[in-house]
């Protein structure tokens, strides 16, 4: 990788699951070329939003809508949420499916009356218009009613210079009703568990940081690479 002449790299978009900044500032270190993050699924085939292409720098947004596409964020109730608030992502435009092929039950759980599509993502948008993906809303993890996002963890411990790749996940817990659990494979066989805790303390706050630190040598993955927190959860460790 050290070898390659990147001067003619004119682009580079991540997509597929979030960017971690610290795989964005490694990137860039390497190539000089920063990373637009775009966002999609396989129901809106496949992009619904992407950060300009001549942004200098990696913004850990999803960016703007796409032309044609519009966004919105919604609560439980199906209620645009306040600038600033998370809320579901949910999308129309062109690209966005008619539905689920002979699954109208499935179908009408995800599209809305005007025609949007509910992502299962939770986002924030800025006063710009630029949106943020939080987590998966199946994802998040409830901490004495508060909500955690596996997310914001793993973009912390993923800097951690002995991580090679981490996952956190929600576990039950008797006192905080669920807790973080955090899986690591390590990139420098040196790191503890002592570290990572004292690493959480000082970037975490309190309720957000692990009540359970795991060492794995790999984390379940999808055939293209995203990692299973579903396996992680099931898991009886």
């Known amino acids: 990788f050290n ?3 990147w001067s003619n790299l004119k682009v580079s978009v991540g997509g597929g699951m979030a960017v971690q900044a610290a795989v964005a500032k490694l990137w860039l270190e390497k190539t000089g070329c920063p990373i637009c993050e775009g966002y999609g699924l396989s129901e809106t085939s496949p992009s619904t939003t992407c950060n300009p292409t001549d942004s200098k720098a990696y913004t850990g947004t999803i960016g703007v809508p796409l032309p044609s596409t519009w966004l919105k964020l919604l609560d439980d109730n199906g209620n645009e949420v306040p600038l600033g608030e998370p809320g579901e992502i949910a999308i129309k435009g062109p690209q966005v499916m008619a539905g ?11 599209m809305t009356s005007d025609g949007y599509f509910k992502s299962g993502d939770i986002g924030v948008v800025d006063e710009r218009g630029y949106f943020k993906v939080v987590d998966r809303k199946k994802d998040m993890i409830l901490v004495s009613g508060f909500n955690v996002y596996p997310n914001e963890i ?14 956190a996940v929600g576990v039950n817990d008797e006192k905080t009703g669920e807790a973080v659990k955090l899986v ?19 970037n975490l706050t309190g ?7 795991e060492f794995r040598t790999d984390l379940p993955k999808t055939p293209v690479g995203k990692i299973l927190r579903r396996e992680l959860r099931d898991a009886k460790k």
């Open 207 to 213: 309720y957000k940081q692990p009540r359970i630190v």
């Open 100 to 110: 689920y092929w002979q699954r109208p039950d499935e179908t009408a759980k995800v």
């Open 3 to 5: 070898t390659v002449d």
């Open 154 to 167: 793993e973009d912390v411990v993923a800097q951690i210079p002995g991580v090679l790749e981490c996952a």
């Open 184 to 202: 690591i494979v390590k990139k420098d066989e040196s790191l503890t568990e002592a570290q990572v805790r004292e690493y959480c303390r000082a």
